[in-house]
């Protein structure tokens, strides 16, 4: 990895390499072993078929490859492949991949063992539909036993699974274009991943019904395949790419840009008290501080935060994880006390039972928790006239699986991960797209109700569906990490300029991005693109957002959305527009007019944020870089 790249993406470890494979009409991606972007006459048809394994808490077992081989021959390819994957526990598990594939057909074998009893919370095939373009779409569904199900994918997220006993999937491509996936050696069924911000339909081995972790026993073979065949009329329409500069417009419908907030943290609070002129600079408007007494936050975390609010003046929400072990009344009344007695004032506090942070899956029995009802009505009765929030400390897909009543809150919020399933680049960087209609999803369950979303960060801060968020001290790309060096990186100011834009139709009343410190935080550590002790890149974006805060705003729309995102809001008598290309490859982009001053934040400068350029209306972006034009 070149200096640049340490720049993009705070760390020296490269992406994993990506191979392309042409047969005729249909291209694929190889990388890590596995299929993805699977194109045909140029239009995506499945984003990924792959073998993966996970440990019992549902972290990502990479895996080890070996023995590779790929043959290509036009118009058709052959790779061949031993992988192995290691447990937590030191059990192995290998499997001995084909993988054929022609102009009309793919077909991806799996034959594996254990060695050792290996335990997984999934070992098996993954196939993902992309929703652009197939989303409230029909779709027909063979069953294991037989039947066929005329259907349609979901339209608004689906809590739960959409189709289970799956043998196949045909679903339309494009006009004259179908393709049917068909599924072999197990159970499979569908999740809609955009609950995760994926922004794909997931099909996948073993129901989740049935009980997880389970055990792969030492020495028993197991065999999988997942085989696409695709058809087309002799004149379905080719996709062609166009070099063309992308053109970039306002939306029509104008929203307010909401506040920005910036998080507290107990472990964070010795570097948070350093570095609180830091809020006064990048003009956040608001703090998110977090309290969860069961790990061990207590009256020394509320003074830290009531040194804070003093020192600052900002409105502060205290997000607190509620015990529920004892009479709400007690637990609400001492929480009060401890805040009374710490002369902490807040603006507003949100609470959330603290075994809902986990996940309950379809088919598992529910924690035992008191109703929401009660909690709100302790909650309002210790402290009257604060405003009170409700909704998940975790992601969307809890609060969509436990709906909470909505008229007993004064405001509703959740946060998301991208990283919870795949964490590569393109994958982050799609996840705008699911995004898109969790905030459109989430407006219809709570319609005009205030809402709020975050701290959300590329970096994961809990983990519902396992022990704990993985350590990641090498630094690499993997998922359910508690640290992404992404988020050091432009790559995390581009992720953080995208966020905002694409959430700005839900009329947010509160963003939040980042943290003060830490992992999650604004401020750069040793080793890092940026100075230690200085902004990191995405704090530039907060800084232009939170300048913005309140005005009268804008989406921007563009040729392609899953290249080029970005706002406008209403300036001192212009249009600021800011725009970031959310993609590895330099993008031009045709501003709707011409710029009285343009700007860039791109990697070779990141210290000196947003670099004065020449005006224009056309305008090339670099890799994940971000842009500040006045029109």
Not at 178 to 199: C, H, L, V
Not at 319 to 332: H, I, N, S, T
Not at 473 to 496: K, Q
Request: hydrophobic fraction near 40%; proline fraction near 7%; glycine fraction near 8%.
């Amino acid at each position: 990895m070149s200096s640049l790249d340490f720049r993009l993406y705070g760390t020296y470890e490269p992406p994993a390499p990506m191979r392309r494979l042409t047969a005729g009409p249909l291209s694929v991606d190889l990388q890590d072993g596995n299929l993805r972007t699977i194109r045909y006459r140029g239009h995506e048809v499945l984003r990924a078929i792959a073998f993966l394994v996970r440990d019992k808490d549902w972290g990502t077992c990479a895996a080890k490859i070996s023995d590779l081989a790929i043959h290509e021959s036009e118009p058709r390819f052959r790779i061949t492949y031993r992988a192995s994957y290691s447990a937590p526990d030191g059990a192995g598990l290998f499997a001995d991949i084909v993988i054929e594939g022609e102009a009309e057909r793919i077909r991806f074998t799996a034959n594996f063992t254990a060695q050792g009893d290996f335990e997984t919370a999934r070992a098996g095939f993954t196939v993902l539909h992309p929703i652009v373009g197939v989303s409230g779409q029909p779709v027909t569904v063979g069953h294991a036993d037989g039947s066929v199900e005329q259907a349609h994918w979901p339209r608004a997220i689906d809590p739960w699974q959409p189709f289970k006993e799956i043998a196949s999937i045909t679903h339309r491509v494009a006009s004259g274009i179908t393709a049917e996936t068909r599924f072999a050696g197990d159970i499979f069924e569908m999740e809609d991943q955009r609950n995760w911000t994926d922004g794909s339909y997931k099909t996948y081995v073993r129901p989740l019904a049935l009980p997880w972790p389970y055990r792969l026993e030492s020495g028993a073979r197991h065999s999988q395949s997942v085989e696409l065949i695709l058809s087309a009329d002799a004149a379905a329409p080719a996709l062609a790419r166009s070099d063309a500069p992308i053109a970039l417009a306002l939306s029509p419908k104008a929203v307010r840009l909401p506040e920005i907030g910036v998080g507290l943290r107990p472990d964070c609070a010795e570097a948070e008290a350093r570095h609180l002129p830091l809020l006064e600079q990048i003009g956040a408007r608001h703090l998110i501080a977090h309290f969860d007494p069961i790990a061990g936050h207590g009256l020394d975390a509320l003074k830290h935060y009531a040194y804070v609010a003093r020192q600052t003046g900002l409105k502060l929400t205290l997000e607190c994880a509620v015990a529920c072990k004892r009479p709400l009344d007690d637990e609400m009344a001492e929480l009060a006390a401890l805040i009374a007695k710490a002369n902490l004032p807040i603006d507003t506090l949100f609470v959330s039972p603290s075994v809902d942070r986990q996940s309950t899956p379809p088919g598992s029995a529910w924690p035992n928790c008191p109703p929401l009802e009660d909690l709100y009505q302790a909650a309002r009765k210790a402290f009257p006239g604060v405003r009170l929030g409700g909704g998940m400390l975790s992601y969307f897909t809890e609060l969509n699986r436990k709906r909470i009543p909505g008229h007993s809150v004064d405001y509703v919020s959740h946060c998301t991960n991208p990283i919870v399933h795949a964490a590569d680049d393109l994958s982050v960087m799609q996840s705008f797209e699911a995004l898109a209609d969790v905030v459109a999803s989430a407006r219809a369950l709570y319609d005009d109700k205030p809402y709020r979303i975050g701290p959300s960060t590329i970096t994961m801060r809990q983990n519902p569906y396992g022990s704990a968020t993985k350590d990641n001290p090498t630094l690499s790309r993997i998922p359910m990490a508690n640290v992404d060096p992404r988020h050091n990186g432009l790559f995390g100011a581009a992720f953080a300029l995208a966020y905002a834009a694409t959430t700005l139709p839900a009329g947010l009343e509160l963003l939040t991005l980042s943290s003060l410190a830490g992992p999650f935080g604004l401020i750069a550590g040793e080793g890092e693109p940026c100075a230690a002790g200085t902004l990191r890149p995405l704090g530039r974006i907060i800084t232009e957002l939170a300048a913005l805060s309140g005005k009268t705003a804008w989406t921007l729309t563009s040729e392609t959305p899953s290249e080029i995102v970005g706002l406008a809001a209403e300036g001192e008598g212009r249009t600021v527009l800011l725009a970031a290309n959310i993609t590895s490859q330099r993008r031009i982009v045709r501003l709707p007019s011409t710029a009285s001053s343009l700007a860039l934040l791109a990697a070779d400068d990141l210290e000196q944020g947003f670099k004065p350029g020449p005006t224009s209306d056309i305008v090339s972006l670099p890799a994940y870089a971000c842009l500040k034009a006045l029109i």
